[in-house]
């Protein structure tokens, strides 16, 4: 059985408050008041043990302090949502927290796009720096320059690039077609650079000589030198701003959602130090 954290004076120190009713007992020490509910020893452990994978006894205290503002603002919202209505709220840690992110959807709306004049400028910023030329590249390594030439005939004469790998090349990665991702200029030996660079799109290499026999390169898709083009910039900027913009107004959400229903942290219960947001009493509107 895991072994829990009892604070026996909790009961005496609630029995003035409306959790008087809550019952007492190791698994009915409460933490913190949040509206009308109190959050427990036991569903914050469980809830540590859930986030981290790791018995909460060994968690360093700067994660648990984090993660005990996670929890309330769980809790806040879970509050917050049981004032209008009828909520069906797990009791399982994991499920509690997928309850809680679809109510603060509810309660807080869709978070606004960004400005487009913020992402004009993000764009700007990063197509004010230059990037090396790029390039998606595929490779074959052959034992001997002969067997490579014999290779690279095999494709002037047709053959896929891909299947040929599989039967010919020693290369690793042989069996999925020699693919290397893509390569920025700058990244490899200046001999490989200059051999790699100067093939345009579909074309293959001269066989090259390296450390572990000789290569034939493929490119597949080439980029030159200079700033992205704003087309493929603008997407990501978006979708990076979005995510920080739907961040900021949960949070902000959650600050006025605890403003509504009341936070009381009973610091002296706690096994850890705890300078998080809910440190101050947060007072119901």
């Known amino acids: 059985m895991r072994e829990r954290t009892v604070f026996p004076g909790t009961c005496a120190l609630l029995a003035t408050t409306a959790l008087a009713t809550l019952g007492c007992g190791a698994d009915g020490d409460v933490l ?3 509206g009308d509910a ?4 036991t569903a914050f452990q469980d809830h540590v043990v859930a986030a981290t994978g790791e018995p909460w ?31 069906d709220v797990p009791v399982n840690p994991e499920a509690r927290s997928a309850r809680a992110r679809q109510l603060v959807d509810r309660l807080c709306g869709p978070p606004p796009p960004p400005a487009d004049e913020l992402v004009g400028a993000e764009v700007a910023r990063i197509r004010s720096v230059d990037r090396p030329a790029r390039a998606r590249v595929r ?6 320059r002969e067997s490579a030439e014999d290779a690279r005939r095999r494709l002037d004469a047709g053959e896929d690039f891909v299947e040929l790998s599989k039967r010919v090349s020693r290369a690793p990665n ?15 030996s200046e001999h490989l650079d200059q051999v790699i660079f100067a093939l345009a799109a579909g074309e293959v290499s001269e066989p090259v000589e390296g450390p572990s026999g000789f290569h034939l390169f493929q490119v597949l898709e080439a980029w030159p030198a200079g700033p992205p083009p704003s087309a493929e910039v603008e997407p990501e ?8 913009s739907a961040r900021e107004h949960a949070a902000a959400c ?32």
């Open 139 to 144: 490779q074959m390594l052959l034992d001997s």
């Open 32 to 34: 913190a008041v949040v």
């Open 57 to 87: 006894q060994g968690a360093d205290d700067a994660v648990v302090s984090r993660l005990f503002d996670q929890f309330l603002d769980q809790e806040v919202i879970i509050a917050a949502s049981l004032r209008d209505s009828a909520v």
């Open 174 to 188: 042989a069996e999925g077609g020699g693919d290397l991702g893509v390569l920025t200029q700058g990244g490899l």
């Open 254 to 285: 959650v600050r006025r959602l605890a403003g509504e229903v009341g936070v009381r942290v009973l610091s002296d219960r706690l096994w850890f130090h705890y300078e998080g947001r809910y440190a101050e009493v947060i007072h119901a509107s």
């Open 38 to 41: 109190g959050a427990t020893v």
């Open 237 to 244: 900027v978006r979708r990076r701003l979005g995510e920080t």
